[in-house]
């Protein structure tokens, strides 16, 4: 009896169970299917996946972020970035200037570091896993760079400068007496003190009279091509005059091209004549330094992978000078067409109207030339029928036109029969 009470129990429990499942689903299914929230008066709003909150990076300076400038990694862009840098200035977006070159506590600093390009627009400082960085901006003339990183919820922003080794080569005498003597008359020593443009006028055939630092404005490889490489699509490149010497030429041609073809100069004596000598590829190659105006310079290559080659270097001062006179030439030239325009279309009206009142007076004249002539053929017409009706009146009236004789009518119908 007892059994059978907790069976009875047991049954009525699963099945109240299983009624309630069964009217949880049917209210599932009804809420499902229902059109009800067509009548809702009140409008959700969710927000998307792509509306949360995320970093952005923008070009723009004035913009909390920095922005990211695209580099692909190749030999062209780490000529131009990996090497030597002087740092300037660091600071970050919430413009925490921690480092400024130009701050009168910081002037006495110097800090250099290397520059490795790892990736698409990334280096590494000093070969450190922990200090790799974003380039935000590489000067197509390769002479400045900003780096950032972000770090403690802001971002850090490095600007530099590329850093050129001073250096003051003097002249030796392969003669050890010589070298002696000028030990001991203290010429040696006094050259040594002498300011850099005092030594550096000593040169021959080329006038370097003070230190430089250039970037590469035009090349011409006549081996690969007629045309004058500008702008910083077709090339790139820097170098430096110091102590009258040549160092740390970098220079790219045709970027981006099957043609494309870099060089490369840690440092290369400048003699007399402007003439020097580096290695190129393990063979020594020879080259000449000549004037370019004030403020630029033109290397030629005699020899080598670039022979023939010639190429412009000017400083960065002239750099902008030479842009913004072409900016501004092409800007006059487009004015000068469009001023143009509207005196070319008024002589074409004028010429137009010329000829219309050429052909005008043309027509006249032909059309009074044809009335003169219709006039002349009628009146010739007129004097012609005149002189038939003459005759006829004369012969039906007695009067021989031909013979001037008068005659009766009688006998002229009698001829005429």
């Known amino acids: 009896?007892?059994?059978?009470?907790?069976?009875t129990k047991f049954m009525m429990t699963v099945l109240l169970l299983g009624s309630v499942v069964v009217v949880g689903g049917t209210l599932r299914d009804y809420h499902f299917n229902s059109n009800e929230f067509m009548l809702d008066n009140e409008i959700k709003v969710s927000r998307r996946l792509d509306d949360q909150p995320f970093k952005r990076i923008v070009a723009s300076a004035e913009r909390e972020l920095p922005a990211a400038q695209y580099l692909p990694l190749n030999d062209s862009n780490k000529l131009r970035v990996d090497g030597k840098w002087e740092i300037i200035k660091i600071h970050n977006t919430t413009k925490e200037v921690l480092f400024d070159i130009t701050r009168v506590e910081d002037k006495q600093m110097?800090?250099?570091?290397?520059?490795?390009?790892i990736g698409t627009s990334l280096v590494r400082i000093d070969g450190d896993k922990g200090l790799e960085f974003d380039i935000s901006l590489l000067h197509e003339s390769g002479k400045t760079i900003a780096l950032f990183r972000s770090i403690d919820g802001t971002y850090e922003v490095?600007?530099?400068?590329?850093?050129?080794?001073?250096?003051?080569v003097l002249a030796q005498s392969d003669k050890s007496a010589e070298k002696k003597l000028m030990e001991e008359s203290g010429f040696e020593d006094n050259r040594a003190q002498l300011a850099p443009q005092q030594m550096i006028s000593q040169?021959?055939?080329?006038?370097?009279?003070?230190?430089f630092e250039l970037v590469l404005e035009r090349a011409l490889d006549p081996n690969a091509s007629k045309e004058v490489l500008r702008g910083s699509d077709a090339l790139a490149g820097s170098?430096?005059?110091?102590?009258?010497?040549i160092e740390n030429l970098k220079v790219v041609l045709f970027r981006g091209t099957d043609k494309e073809k870099s060089l490369e100069i840690g440092f290369a004596q400048v003699n007399d004549g402007g003439?020097?000598?580096f290695e190129d590829g393990g063979e020594v190659v020879s080259g000449i330094l000549t004037n370019n105006g004030r403020e630029g310079f033109r290397i030629r290559i005699a020899t080598g992978s670039f022979a023939g080659?010639?190429?412009?270097?000017?400083t960065e001062a002239e750099f902008e000078k030479i842009r913004e006179l072409e900016e501004k030439a092409a800007f006059d030239k487009l004015a000068q067409q469009e001023e143009y325009v509207e005196p070319i279309e008024e002589l074409a009206t004028e010429v137009s109207q010329e000829d219309e009142s050429v052909g005008r007076e043309k027509y006249d004249a032909y059309e009074q030339e044809q009335l003169e002539k219709q006039e002349a053929e009628a009146e010739e017409k007129e004097v012609i029928e005149t002189e038939e009706e003459m005759?006829?009146?004369?012969?039906?009236?007695?009067?021989?036109?031909?013979?001037?004789k008068p005659q009766s009518p009688a006998r002229s119908i009698a001829s005429e029969k």
């Open 158 to 168: 490095i600007e530099a400068r590329r850093f050129v080794e001073k250096k003051t």
């Open 239 to 245: 170098a430096s005059l110091s102590g009258g010497n």
């Open 110 to 117: 110097k800090i250099i570091v290397e520059l490795q390009m």
């Open 275 to 277: 003439q020097f000598n």
């Open 203 to 211: 040169k021959q055939g080329v006038q370097i009279d003070q230190d």
């Open 391 to 404: 005759a006829h009146k004369a012969q039906t009236s007695g009067f021989n036109f031909m013979s001037g």
């Open 1 to 7: 009896m007892q059994w059978l009470k907790s069976s």
């Open 309 to 314: 080659a010639m190429l412009n270097f000017v």
